[in-house]
């Protein structure tokens, strides 16, 4: 069985060989944030294939958001490699949920909680709870915070 850490590794080797900077520095980058994250704590340990997602995701909206500074300060080289190291993490995460379907689930689990006698801006936490383990890592919490607010606010 070949872990998501194993993969990765597997694609720096075949990146450096290929001269592949912008891929080989984001996978360097991103085994690094893993490594990180496996001796913080009490004891080392080795993530589990759930945990090293987590990773990238957390690592996809760091270039996403440094992404949007660049581009917002007239940067926009440094936007475009960001972006681009994003599009590279991308490739290793789930497909993230189209705001059509986002707002499908969330739909649904307002309905749910509405008729679990939930009613309004306090059902907030509510249909979060609903839909958090439905989305988890299918779309980023603030674009499903937004999909609930909306929902609750039309509903």
Do not use: C, N, W
């Amino acid at each position: 069985m070949t872990t998501l850490k194993s993969t990765l590794r597997d694609d720096l080797q075949t990146a450096i060989k290929a001269r592949d900077e912008l891929r080989s520095a984001t996978l360097r980058l991103t085994l690094t944030a893993i490594s990180k994250e496996e001796v913080s704590g009490t004891k080392a340990r080795e993530l589990s294939d759930e945990e090293v997602l987590q990773v990238l995701a957390k690592e996809a909206k760091k270039r996403r958001e440094a992404a949007d500074a660049f581009a917002q300060a007239g940067r926009t080289e440094q936007a475009e490699r960001e972006q681009a190291e994003g599009e590279v993490l991308a490739h290793y995460l789930p497909r993230q949920l189209d705001d059509a379907e986002l707002d499908r689930v969330v739909a649904e689990a307002v309905a749910e909680a509405r008729a679990a006698g939930a009613e309004g801006p306090k059902a907030m936490g509510q249909v979060m709870k609903i839909v958090g383990p439905k989305v988890k890592g299918l779309a980023e919490g603030g674009r499903v915070a937004a999909a609930v607010k909306k929902a609750l606010a039309t509903g």
